[in-house]
């Protein structure tokens, strides 16, 4: 098994000074267990005295909340990213959404791919169009600010013309 | 003389010093201030609270500042009014209104929080404000930080009513119109708030901020003679103020200047933005976030940051929540105008048109004390009723033009006024 799991910037040094985990369980339920079985210090932190998950932290598989589909028993499969995210903290693991605009001999190169490899950032296309000549994906991106910031730099570097999408995000 | 202990976590319990935190680092709840009960209760009374100046500042020892308050001296203390047409429409009998919507000096609840949260930025002294906002805590923060001598930095969603708007970019602030929704400006800041140094009223001073709404709740219970309506009807955004005027019943009776507290508190909102009533209407104690979608712009939150607590609120006294239509705020907020000569803003559309509803229901019985919380002034939402007060008549400064447009019905009030001159 194979799951990301994304630890907020709070908790990053309870998990090895980490941003992303690779962990096992073919659950959210499991890979928080295998999570606090592998870092202890993680246990009281995610889980209250009576073991579960504390109201403040958001779980997320993909982009949809656990609550949404089956909170601790919604099952994760190889490649799945789980982002841990405190309810009210903000900031430090948010998703944003760009829309980038392909030039013609762009089009056929794996930037997407590359962009994952080169940074600590994990993408995720949620609408696209490409044709012969010209392409367009609207891409969410997870990752620390820095990170970000640095794929959007490599972005525009190579030419890719990079633009914010403002609406249509909802955590 | 200070009476606050500290900081705890709402959840953990885990306690930290006055300093603007909000998140408890431990478990990520929400921090809340502690105050010593035991000393206020030695130090205060109702008739020394009765012989101060009539602002919200007179149960000082009940709010979160080291010292005077730096701006907002004269916030507080609106009007509770006796609705006694109202109440004849709604077929109730005791029936009271809270009105904000003349609080000084912004005209809304958010002056009693800005005015803390100000207040507060200066003793730690931060010398920039800032605010995520759905308009009314814009015009708030941006009133009292130019009364501070701060500069202040405002966010808020780049389609709020002209009047919001303006009522903000008055006081000379940085007013920032973010193209999304109030949570999306929400999130934004809390990027922000981590990386500049900022007092941010609704983020990192959030825990004294907040505090400054139980003053509405002090203020119900004093004016109508130190107890509290068996029902109040409150409007929820991000669900504070609802949790903060149950709190304040309680300290109240905590300090024993209340003899009981048998309030049910019921919770108001649109339906193109009720995320804490559906989970309220579901059973359920999380809040499952929504993309609102109302003309009550000023509640339009989907993603409350207190909505578990109100919640809480709502079944701790045993009260309810409801929604109501963009169509129904418009009507309660003309029927409130027609009946008691205010003019809310959808806001307390939304909360008139809940408690009509939530009696029609007879969950709200007809013949118990029922309050009705106006949190904000119609002035400043006019675009959300503009094509359904009608127009003004015009004509010509002629008096046979004038007798043209009379209906017969109104000219009666002519041929006895001519039968007295003769």
């Not at chain 2, 130090?43 to 149960?59: D, H, P, S």
């Not at chain 2, 963009?326 to 003019?343: C, S």
């Not at chain 2, 009608?390 to 009379?406: H, N």
């Amino acid at each position: 098994m194979n799951i990301r799991v994304r630890i907020p910037t709070p908790l990053k040094k309870l998990a090895g000074e980490q941003d992303i985990v690779l962990a096992n369980g073919n659950t959210v339920g499991e890979v928080i267990q295998w999570l606090t079985e592998t870092y202890p210090g993680l246990k009281e932190r995610l889980k209250d005295e009576q073991g579960e998950v504390r109201r403040f932290i958001n779980i997320y598989v993909n982009d949809e909340d656990i609550r949404f589909v089956q909170n601790l028993e919604t099952p994760v499969k190889n490649g799945d990213q789980i982002s841990i995210i405190p309810a009210i903290a903000g900031g430090s693991s948010l998703k944003r959404r760009v829309t980038l605009t392909f030039p013609p001999e762009k089009v056929k190169e794996p930037v997407i791919y590359n962009i994952g490899h080169r940074f600590k950032i994990v993408t995720n296309i949620r609408s696209a169009n490409v044709t012969e000549n010209v392409g367009w994906v609207t891409l969410e991106i997870d990752g620390e600010e820095g990170e970000y910031l640095k794929a959007i730099d490599y972005l525009k570097g190579i030419g890719v013309k990079v633009e914010p999408v403002e609406k249509d995000v909802i955590v | 003389m200070s009476y606050i202990k500290g900081l705890k976590c709402r959840e953990c319990k885990r306690e930290y010093a006055i300093k603007p935190v909000h998140v408890c680092e431990f478990c990520f709840g929400p921090l809340e201030v502690v105050y010593d009960y035991d000393e206020i209760k030695k130090n205060l009374t109702r008739a020394e609270i009765e012989g101060r100046a009539k602002t919200m500042w007179r149960y000082r020892e009940l709010l979160p500042l080291d010292s005077d308050p730096a701006v907002g001296r004269n916030v507080g203390f609106t009007p509770l009014i006796k609705a006694d047409r109202l109440a004849e429409v709604l077929g109730v009998k005791e029936l009271y209104l809270k009105n904000d919507a003349v609080n000084h000096p912004t005209l809304s609840f958010k002056d009693r929080v800005v005015s803390v949260a100000v207040s507060k930025a200066k003793e730690f002294g931060f010398e920039v404000i800032s605010c995520a906002s759905t308009g009314n805590l814009a015009n708030s923060v941006a009133a009292l930080a130019a009364e501070g001598g701060l500069e202040s930095f405002i966010f808020v969603p780049h389609d709020l009513e002209k009047g919001k708007i303006l009522g903000t970019l008055i006081y000379g602030t940085n007013l920032i119109g973010i193209t999304g929704s109030y949570d999306e400006v929400n999130r934004l800041c809390s990027e922000i708030a981590e990386n500049y140094r900022w007092a941010f009223v609704n983020i990192n001073l959030r825990p004294f901020y907040a505090e400054g709404s139980k003053t509405f709740g002090y203020e119900i219970a004093e004016q109508m003679g130190w107890r509290t309506p068996r029902h109040v009807v409150v409007p929820m955004a991000g669900g504070s103020l609802i949790t903060k005027i149950w709190k304040g019943f309680k300290e109240l009776e905590l300090i024993g200047l209340l003899d009981g507290v048998d309030s049910k508190i019921y919770g108001a909102q649109a339906s193109g933005s009720n995320p804490i009533v559906a989970a309220f209407k579901e059973g359920i104690d999380w809040i499952k976030p929504q993309r609102p979608k109302t003309i009550a712009k000023s509640l339009a939150i989907g993603n409350p940051a207190d909505g578990f607590y109100s919640l809480k609120t709502i079944r701790e006294s045993e009260g309810s929540a409801e929604d109501v239509s963009d169509e129904e705020i418009v009507e309660a907020m003309k029927l409130l105008a027609r009946t008691e000569g205010i003019f809310t803003e959808t806001a307390g559309g939304v909360t008139v048109g809940v408690t009509k509803k939530l009696i029609d229901q007879g969950i709200i019985p007809r013949d118990e004390s029922i309050l009705i919380s106006i949190t904000g002034n119609g002035l400043k939402t006019q675009e959300a009723i503009q094509d359904r007060v009608g127009r003004p008549l015009i004509i010509e400064a002629k008096f046979s033009e004038f007798e043209k447009i009379v209906t017969p019905n109104q000219r009666k009030y002519r041929e006895s006024i001519v039968q007295a001159t003769i």
